[in-house]
Structures are given as structure tokens and as C-alpha cells.
Nanobody, 123 residues
Framework: QVSLVESGGGLVQPGGSLRLSCAAS????????MGWYRQAPGQQRELVAG???????NYADSVKGRFTISRDNALNTVYLQMNSLKPEDTAVYYC?????????????????WGQGTQVTVSS
């Protein structure tokens, strides 16, 4: 299977910046979509940003102009640069990816989630 490991969360003041990273590992053949979701207490998980291999990124309206998603295909890693952070950005951020990996006897599809990293924006 394919596992995702996130890093880069933490506590930051309003207006500050953070950069999240998510590295995929396993017998990966290809990764189609990589993205970031977030879930605040008492709320549903929502898409923050996503990027298709070779395609343009897409963003939630609430983060457009402030967040930038990018990926390094050679490293199977996706990043989320978050600028001008607001208290309402406080949430657990989850990495998500889907693609294909080498199974025991054939290619298999995967759809994996990271364990989540806490982002807290507070003065």
C-alpha cells in the first residue's frame, strides 16, 4: 500500500505563514491527484486545495490568493504554503492522494490519507 506522512503544522499568529509537507511512500507507480483537506472541530472535512499530475491546482474560495499548493513528482511530495493565516484557518490538515502502486502480481489503485497535522492560528 501507500502511506502519507505530513509535517509542518503548528501554532502561528494571525497574518503569519506555515508550510505543510506530505510525502508518499510505498511501491508507487504513479500518483494522479494530491491534495489537502482540513477539519475544524464540529465541522465536516473540506477540500482546501488539490493538484492533478500535469494539471493546474484548484483551491477552496476561502483560501484563494493566500494558499499555494505544489508538488514534486520526483519526491512524491505535495506542499501547501499558507500565508496571511486567519483564526478560521485553524483545523487539522490532512493530506490525500490517489494513484497506482505495484501490487504482488499486478498494479493496484490506492487512495490514501495522512494522519493529520494540527494548524492553530491564534494570538
Amino acid at each position: 500500500q501507500v502511506s502519507l506522512v505530513e509535517s509542518g503544522g503548528g501554532l502561528v499568529q494571525p497574518g503569519g505563514s506555515l508550510r505543510l509537507s506530505c510525502a508518499a511512500s510505498g511501491n508507487i507507480f504513479s500518483i494522479n491527484v494530491m491534495g489537502w483537506y482540513r477539519q475544524a472541530p464540529g465541522q465536516q472535512r473540506e477540500l482546501v486545495a488539490g493538484i492533478i499530475s500535469g494539471g493546474s491546482p484548484n483551491y477552496a474560495d476561502s483560501v484563494k490568493g493566500r494558499f499555494t499548493i505544489s508538488r514534486d513528482n520526483a519526491l512524491n511530495t505535495v506542499y501547501l504554503q499558507m500565508n496571511s493565516l486567519k483564526p478560521e484557518d485553524t483545523a487539522v490538515y490532512y493530506c490525500n492522494a490517489n494513484g497506482t502502486y505495484y501490487g504482488a502480481i499486478s498494479f493496484r489503485n490506492f487512495h490514501s490519507w495522512g494522519q493529520g497535522t494540527q494548524v492553530t492560528v491564534s494570538s
